[in-house]
T-cell receptor, first 114, second 113 residues
């Protein structure tokens, strides 16, 4: 069975500083990986996903994540955060090659200080 | 195009009662997922329906149940409500197939008093 670990429950950073939100997964088979974002009082939205191909995937708002198979990680990064990035971020995994349930990590709350 | 819609937005029930939450997936999506988001516990997988069948369920007691209708909408039933069932219940939908993005609704807040 797959599992996802988000190592940090909260990450406070200053505006315009870089940030990395860590995600590690465990699976005996190949997986697809996702990052979802939940802004205050809203549902979850897909930020980016890795299916295959280039291990570096990017979102439209400046976030990127790199799939590292040897370290079983899919860390999310942004070189310069904005107040509007304040949200909770969830890493998720699903099994490759057949439809499967999607398992989410426990979430990381990103708070941006001005 | 309408997204995933959930109803009701908020629901208050007393302990021991039953709650029914409803979800309409995005048009064309055949898979519906239910997650529980309790305070401090992240998203816990509850149920997955596809083409009217229950494909998988999470580690929840049998009093959590649901079904998917022929039009792919779904409902989640929680019987014998307990205080710890108070949470945001999120529904999501996707088209069938591995790696497809799942799209979430805004959720239904269930408060058990």
């Amino acid at each position: 069975a797959q599992s996802v670990t988000q190592l940090d429950s909260q990450v406070p950073v200053f505006e315009e500083a870089p940030v990395e939100l860590r995600c590690n997964y465990s699976s005996s088979v190949s997986v697809y990986l996702f990052w979802y974002v939940q802004y205050p009082n809203q549902g979850l939205q897909l930020l980016l996903k890795y299916l295959s191909g280039s291990t570096l995937v990017e979102s439209i708002n400046g976030f990127e994540a790199e799939f590292n198979k040897s370290q079983t990680s899919f860390h999310l990064r942004k070189p310069s955060v904005h107040i509007s990035d304040t949200a909770e971020y969830f890493c998720a995994v699903t099994r490759y090659s057949s439809a499967s349930k999607i398992i989410f990590g426990s979430g990381t709350r990103l708070s941006i200080r001005p | 195009e309408a997204g995933v819609t959930q109803s009701p937005t908020h629901l208050i029930k007393t302990r021991g009662q039953q709650a029914t939450l409803r979800c309409s997936p995005i048009s064309g999506h055949t898979s519906v997922y239910w997650y529980q988001q309790a305070l401090g516990l992240g998203l816990q997988f509850l149920l997955w329906y596809d083409e009217g069948e229950e494909r998988n369920r999470g580690n929840f007691p049998p009093r959590f149940s649901g079904r998917q209708f022929p039009n792919y909408s779904s409902e989640l039933n929680v019987n014998a409500l307990e205080l710890e069932d108070s949470a945001l219940y999120l529904c999501a939908s996707s088209s069938t197939g591995a790696g497809n993005t799942i799209y979430f609704g805004e959720g239904s807040w269930l408060t058990v008093v």
